[in-house]
Structures are given as C-alpha cells and as structure tokens.
C-alpha cells in the first residue's frame, strides 16, 4: 500500500457533520519532500472534518517536537509546535481555474465529482509554518544544556567591541531634542 494513501479522506461516503483524524509525523513523512531543516519530528496533526453541503471545513492543529538548529549558537535544541490552521474547501464544477483565481490561501477548491481529498501536502505546509523564523533557546534557557557555551561567550565578547555610534547619523544629533 501507499504511505501517502494513509492520508485521502474519502469524504464522499461520510455523512454531513464532524468527523476526526489523527495522524502521527515523523522523519519518514517527510522523505518524499525536499530536505528539511529538522529532524527527530514527533508530531501529532488532529484533523477535524465538518462536511456541509457543497464545502467542508477543515481544521487543522499541529503539536509535537522536532530537533533544529539554534539561530544564535547552531547547536540543535528541541523545539515544541502548536499551532491550528483552518482549510475551506469547496466543490465546482472548474476547480483548476477556481484554484488559479482565488487569492485566499486558505479556499480550495476540488472538482464536484472528487470523492476523495489527500491532506499530506497540508499536513506537510502546517508543520513548516509551526517553526518560528527564529529558532533560539529562550532567553532563560541560554547557556542551557543545549546551548554552545563557546559562541555565547564570543558572541558578548564581539557585544561589547560594537561602534556606539553609525557616523552617517552624526550630524542628525543636533535635531534629537528639538520641541
């Protein structure tokens, strides 16, 4: 069987109302992507599926771990994810120019005979958007197990050596304290 069967939802034969899915991510999920920039995921994504007539509305939240590289010292520390993403998706007659127009991330559009809807390609765009642009140790956690001691240390030593001053705005003083 497909890995990635484990994650088309044939709604078609569900009745309309709520209906869940869980499904557990790892590193294998991801082999069929480009590399990431983590590894070591344990997530759960809990899908919640309300069929209406004509649309569903999906609900998405992510929660789990995975192991990335700290921005500030570029040793790998444990990062937490949670975060819910919400997916409306309709059914047309022209889905491939529905999808094309529409500017809102968040609607998709599937063709009105689908019976079936894949969610790994979701599930995969949730997990990356659940890890922050910046990927540090919290600031109480600095100098932590999981922090390079050594660049911390450097880190204040190049703090201290830093210009006070940009000499391009040096002529701009004069108007600081003016009323």
Known sequence: MNPRRAFDIAFVGLKPGIHEFTYEINDKFFVDFQEQEFKNCDAEV???LDKKVGFM?????????????????????PLELWDEFNIVVKMVDDPEVMNEQEEDPDVYFIGRGESHINVAEWIYEFINLSIPLQKMCKEDEMGGPFCNKEVLEMLKKMEGNATPSNPLWKGLDKFKDLQ
């Open 46 to 48: 809990k899908l919640t």
């Open 57 to 77: 509305l999906l609900k998405f939240e992510v929660g789990g771990t995975l192991e990335t590289g700290c921005d500030r010292c570029g040793n790998g520390f």
